[in-house]
Nanobody, 131 residues
Framework: QVQLVESGGGSVQAGGSLRLSCAVT????????VAWFRQAPGKEREGVAS???????TYASDVEGRFTISRDNAKNTLYLQLNSLKPEDSAMYYC?????????????????????????WGKGTLVTVSS
C-alpha cells in the first residue's frame, strides 16, 4: 500500500521559513513524478512544485525563487523548502506521486487540479503565515 506522510507545517510570521517533508513508501521517489500542492480554504488545489525522475524541477510562478523542491533518494523522502513566506502562502500543503504522468509532471506546477490528477496523495500539513 502506497503511503505519503507529510510533516513540517506550522505557523510562522511573514518572511519566515519552513521545511516540509514527505516520507514515501514503497514507491521510489527517484523513479516517479512527485510534487507538492496546496489548497487554501475556498480555493482550488494548485500545484506548487514538481520534480521528475531526471531531476527536472518546475515551480509555480508565484513561488519560484522562494520555494525549493528536493528529494533524498536514500531516505525516499521529498522536501519543500519554503523561504520568504507570505500570508498568501497559507494553505494545506499536500505531497503527491504518480508513476504514469510522464512528461506532464512538469505541467503540474501552477495548475489547478482535482485529487484525480495524481495516483497517490498524503493527508497534508498545514502552513499558516501571519502578517
Amino acid at each position: 500500500q502506497v503511503q505519503l506522510v507529510e510533516s513540517g507545517g506550522g505557523s510562522v510570521q511573514a518572511g519566515g521559513s519552513l521545511r516540509l517533508s514527505c516520507a514515501v513508501t514503497p514507491l521510489h521517489v527517484s523513479a516517479t513524478c512527485v510534487a507538492w500542492f496546496r489548497q487554501a480554504p475556498g480555493k482550488e488545489r494548485e500545484g506548487v512544485a514538481s520534480i521528475e525522475p531526471d531531476d527536472n524541477a518546475t515551480y509555480a510562478s508565484d513561488v519560484e525563487g522562494r520555494f525549493t523542491i528536493s528529494r533524498d533518494n536514500a531516505k525516499n523522502t521529498l522536501y519543500l523548502q519554503l523561504n520568504s513566506l507570505k500570508p498568501e502562502d497559507s494553505a494545506m500543503y499536500y505531497c503527491a506521486a504518480d508513476e504514469s504522468v510522464g512528461y506532464l509532471c512538469q505541467a503540474l506546477a501552477g495548475a489547478k487540479v482535482t485529487p484525480g490528477a495524481m495516483d497517490f496523495w498524503g493527508k497534508g500539513t498545514l502552513v499558516t503565515v501571519s502578517s
